[in-house]
């Protein structure tokens, strides 16, 4: 159940003072190149929701010359599910795509911590999209877009101090996140791989001028790298919603709480 060859690394020692600005774009699109070339086997599996860091990724294992396939899921009206769908066929990439519903979600939400632990909507909510994932899967690695949205400012909470909550996201990244899916993954047997985190990456993209991350859109600096690289520019600034509301997750589970009259969080300790 592989992850990473240099993960868990530790990241505070990857601190440092610097703040860099200059010719940021091109340093910053060689090391996501390097990330991705050094983690795609010949075939992969792709999480795909048709946001920046996933279609970025699937651009790269192309420009690579390696073989993928693309997985969404989602209910049928979910934006994650029409934009993938969207940008796959414009760019005649192979997907796959699981439609969930209602009942589906019930299910999966047991399934999910049962083999996790974590009850919080938003870890269920990612974990439900990752476990539909790895069960349609028929390759061994799983590639995702986690630590995009660390390294790049790409959360509300980044509006303030970027630095400082970049960092505080990182630093809670393991325990938050990678052990969620790492579970997931280890139940299917299956790997997963992160490119953006990358220890190289990591180490760079934290000395870039914090401005630089933020502007009209989030995560603009990687946005610039994407199109430097070839992306078209309507893939590179699709605004995307995080997982457990692009492809309504989220609002499944509270529809399913308020049917018991709870909160989704009351609803979830009861499962």
């Given at each position: 159940m ?12 990857l601190k ?9 774009v ?6 996501l190149?390097d990330a991705?070339?050094k ?6 599996a792709?999480a ?8 970025l990724l699937a651009?790269?294992?192309?420009k690579?010359?390696?073989?993928f396939?693309?997985y969404?899921?989602?209910f049928?009206?979910?934006?994650d599910v029409?934009a993938?769908q969207t ?9 796959k795509v699981r439609i969930?519903d ?5 299910v ?10 974590k ?6 909510g ?7 994932v790895?069960?349609m899967?028929q390759e061994?690695?799983?590639?995702t877009?986690?630590?995009?949205e660390e390294?790049?400012?790409?959360y509300e909470?980044?509006?303030g101090?970027v630095q400082a909550?970049c960092?505080d996201?990182?630093?809670h990244?393991w ?6 899916d790492l ?11 992160l490119p953006f985190?990358d220890?190289e990456l990591i ?6 001028d914090?401005?630089?991350k933020?502007?009209?859109?989030k995560k603009e600096i990687l946005?610039?790298?994407?199109v430097?690289?070839?992306?078209r520019?309507?893939f590179?600034y ?7 509301y692009?492809s309504k997750?989220d609002?499944?589970?509270e ?5 018991k009259?709870l909160?989704?969080?009351e ?5």
């Amino acid at each position: 159940m592989e992850l990473n060859e240099d993960l868990p690394f530790a990241l505070q020692e990857l601190k440092s003072e610097e703040n860099l600005s200059e010719n940021v774009v091109d340093m910053l699109s060689h090391l996501l190149v390097d990330a991705v070339d050094k983690r795609v086997d010949d075939k992969v599996a792709i999480a795909f929701s048709g946001g920046v860091d996933s279609t970025l990724l699937a651009y790269l294992s192309e420009k690579l010359d390696r073989e993928f396939t693309l997985y969404t899921v989602g209910f049928a009206d979910s934006k994650d599910v029409l934009a993938a769908q969207t940008v796959a066929d414009m760019m005649d990439w192979s997907i796959k795509v699981r439609i969930i519903d209602l009942e589906d979600v019930e299910v999966l939400v047991k399934k999910v911590i049962s083999i996790t632990g974590k009850r919080d909507p938003v870890s269920v909510g990612v974990g439900c999209v990752m476990y539909c994932v790895l069960e349609m899967m028929q390759e061994q690695v799983l590639l995702t877009g986690l630590g995009s949205e660390e390294l790049f400012a790409g959360y509300e909470r980044h509006k303030g101090d970027v630095q400082a909550a970049c960092w505080d996201g990182l630093l809670h990244i393991w325990e938050r996140d990678i052990t969620r899916d790492l579970s997931l993954a280890g139940h299917f047997g299956k790997e997963i791989r992160l490119p953006f985190m990358d220890k190289e990456l990591i180490s760079y993209a934290m000395k870039i001028d914090p401005a630089l991350k933020v502007g009209p859109f989030k995560k603009e600096i990687l946005r610039k790298a994407a199109v430097n690289l070839g992306l078209r520019e309507e893939f590179a600034y699709r605004k995307k919603s995080a997982a457990q509301y692009g492809s309504k997750f989220d609002f499944a589970l509270e529809k399913l709480a308020k049917k018991k009259g709870l909160s989704k969080s009351e609803y979830l300790l009861q499962v």
